[in-house]
């Protein structure tokens, strides 16, 4: 079972560059969701959206664009990569319901230069 | 704004040990509690998921206890093997739009089981 799927896994950008996280999953759930993993910061809430058509901000969403066109997929958008945004990078997704486990990407650890 | 915290922020005990990981939050208004488990280089695969209205729930040699009044909870493991070695985090649910849930994470409790 495929589960979340995250590409790339790791990525090098320059100052500037923009570049798009990719977040699939197999699993029909409407809920999904972006977050950062910081040291010492734990992990934060980017984006999230509970269904095709249907996005909302996070805690941290300042230089992340998402769009939701599709059920499976929910991509992140970086339009102009700072090094702040030196992180890595999980998404996750469920059932539309608050009493639902949520389900893990295995990361996208991108680095700013 | 809701906190969470985890203590210790590392723990190392012997294979076979029973211990307890720690987690507080700030506000009780929360839907429900969750931990999870995270290897080196992974992502987070849930452990347990203990709603408001509950007092605990268990997995195995896991059992995860809930005290919303005072804003705690305990993940209790037991007979600890080497294999438990991963970084545990909690995090606290409260409202999103559309019936969904955010997840407010604490920082984790590195563990490691020494065989």
């Known amino acids: 079972n495929a589960g979340v799927t995250q590409t790339p896994k790791f990525q090098v950008l320059k100052t500037g560059q923009s570049m798009t996280l990719q977040c699939a999953q197999d699993m029909n759930h409407e809920y999904m969701s972006w977050y950062r993993q910081d040291p010492g910061m734990g992990l934060r809430l980017i984006h999230y959206s509970v269904g095709a058509g249907i996005t909302d901000q996070g805690e941290v969403p300042n230089g992340y664009n998402v769009s939701r066109s599709t059920t499976e997929d929910f991509p992140l958008r970086l339009l102009s990569a700072a090094p702040s945004q030196t992180s890595v990078y999980f998404c996750?997704?469920?059932?539309?319901?608050?009493?639902?486990?949520?389900?893990f990407g295995d990361g996208t650890r991108l680095s700013i230069l | 704004k809701q906190e969470v915290t985890q203590i210790p922020a590392a723990l190392s005990v012997p294979e076979g040990e029973n211990l307890v990981l720690n987690c507080s939050f700030t506000d009780s208004a929360i839907y429900n509690l969750q931990w999870f488990r995270q290897d080196p280089g992974k992502g987070l695969t849930s452990l347990l998921l203990?709603?408001?209205?509950?007092r605990e729930q268990t997995s195995g040699r896991l059992n995860a206890s809930l005290d919303k009044s005072s804003g705690r909870s305990t993940l209790y493991i037991a007979a600890s093997q080497p294999g438990d070695s991963a970084t545990y985090l909690c995090?606290?649910?409260?409202?999103?739009?559309?019936?969904?849930?955010?997840?407010?994470f604490g920082q984790g409790t590195t563990l490691q089981v020494k065989p």
């Open positions: 203990i709603q408001s209205s509950q």
């Open positions: 995090a606290v649910v409260i409202g999103g739009s559309g019936n969904t849930g955010k997840l407010i």
């Open positions: 996750a997704s469920s059932r539309r319901n608050r009493n639902q486990p949520q389900h």
